[in-house]
């Protein structure tokens, strides 16, 4: 796991984490594709055996010399004769070492994708519950604000008898109330909808995770050395080059060894044949496959480069994005709400006790919408801090 110059409060508590840590671990238990690269990696460990394994020999039998006229007649002439046989291909050089690293490439290349998927399941998984948590925030907040709404509504009804309040300001915080009740029931809406793209990730049914939403200030490390793609680029190039040896070696053509014995009647002596053939490379095609293999390497090279400036990138933009929600919520939460809170307090205080005829309703609800307006506000720049934050799990931390 990549260390941070300062660690990140990701949960409240240990207990905490242990809950959430249960849904991503139970998450890459039941998840399909994670387990179909699990038998991919037992596939390619397999690979590894083989690959150090010889061809199997061929065994060969038979009779020559067989005449149409008397099949069974065998002492006519020293040619007629049964044999037995074996031809094995023996390998020469260095091609079954280097088959074998490839088969170990292939093997560490397939883990890697694996965890580098886990990361990606894990990283989208607290998107899932931070979104949820924060929507169950909105949800709570619209209905302090249709509170809020039903209180300046009877202070308005309590006005009106008094002719210090019209119907048409009545009608007004009605239809706020309403607006805020249909934003509500949209947002209740999008809570159960995420609910069921966590389940589709976890494969059991969402229950409440307890995980902390408050926003704490962090930083990153740009380090991603040991990130798994990092890591896949890296064994490609490892693997391109050890292929480009091997298509090299395989100029070395193996040996093609065949041994017959022959049997012969009682009148002639049974004799053994030896032969060996070797495959010659005389038109380059080998030496094209290894230079294929050599551009592909120097093609891993040069995506490595671009894969380090692209995560090392990221890494800043989630790193600014935080920094700037941390202070914008900072700044509506300490400054700018409470401003408004109290805005609305002297406003009504100051109608409610005022001499004047008629009191200030456009003011009264232009604050109120104000106050509405930054207090959403506040919650979307919380949802911006920890789905940056969600992200940061894909690029920052890696479980070896």
């Not at 106050?371 to 911006?384: P, S």
């Amino acid at each position: 796991m990549l260390k941070q110059s300062l660690t990140i409060v990701l949960l409240v508590s240990s207990i905490y984490a242990k809950e959430v840590g249960q849904v991503v671990k139970e998450a890459i238990n039941k998840n399909s594709s994670l387990q179909a690269l699990n038998q991919s990696i037992l596939l390619t460990k397999e690979q590894i055996n083989l690959a150090s394994k010889w061809q199997n020999p061929v065994l060969n039998f038979g009779a020559n010399d067989i005449q149409f006229d008397n099949v069974s007649k065998r002492d006519l002439e020293p040619m007629q004769a049964q044999f037995i046989g074996l031809n094995q291909v023996i390998p020469i050089g260095d091609k079954k070492e280097l088959e074998k690293e490839i088969a170990k490439d292939d093997y560490e290349l397939s883990k890697l994708v694996l965890a580098d998927k886990k990361l990606q399941l894990e990283s989208k998984i607290y998107e899932y519950i931070y979104s949820i948590k924060l929507v169950e925030q909105k949800v709570s907040l619209y209905s302090q604000l249709k509170q809020n709404v039903l209180n300046l509504q009877k202070l308005l009804e309590e006005f009106y008898k008094y002719n210090k309040a019209s119907q048409i300001d009545i009608l007004k915080v009605q239809t706020l109330y309403d607006e805020l009740d249909i934003n509500e029931e949209r947002l209740k809406n999008n809570l159960k909808i995420y609910k069921l793209q966590l389940e589709q990730l976890t494969y059991t049914k969402f229950k409440d995770i307890d995980i902390s939403t408050k926003l704490e200030k962090i930083t990153f490390t740009t380090s991603i050395e040991t990130h798994p793609k990092i890591l896949q680029i890296k064994k490609n190039i490892e693997k391109f080059n050890t292929t480009s040896e091997f298509e090299k070696q395989k100029k070395n053509s193996d040996i093609n060894l065949a041994v017959k014995y022959f049997q012969r009647d009682n009148k002639y002596e049974d004799y053994i044949n030896i032969s060996v053939a070797i495959p010659l490379s005389v038109y380059g095609s080998e030496d094209i496959k290894s230079r294929k293999a050599k551009h592909k390497a120097n093609e891993y090279k040069n995506i490595l480069e671009d894969s380090k400036l692209k995560f090392t990138n990221q890494i800043k933009i989630l790193q600014n994005n935080i920094n700037n929600a941390f202070y914008s919520y900072r700044k509506l939460n300490e400054n700018i709400i409470p401003k408004y809170n109290q805005i609305q307090k002297t406003l009504e205080s100051y109608n409610r006790f005022s001499s004047l005829k008629k009191i200030d309703s456009k003011e009264l609800i232009k604050n109120l919408n104000e106050l509405i307006k930054y207090k959403l506000k506040a919650i979307d720049e919380k949802q911006k801090y920890f789905t940056n934050l969600a992200n940061s799990i894909y690029y920052t931390k890696v479980d070896k």
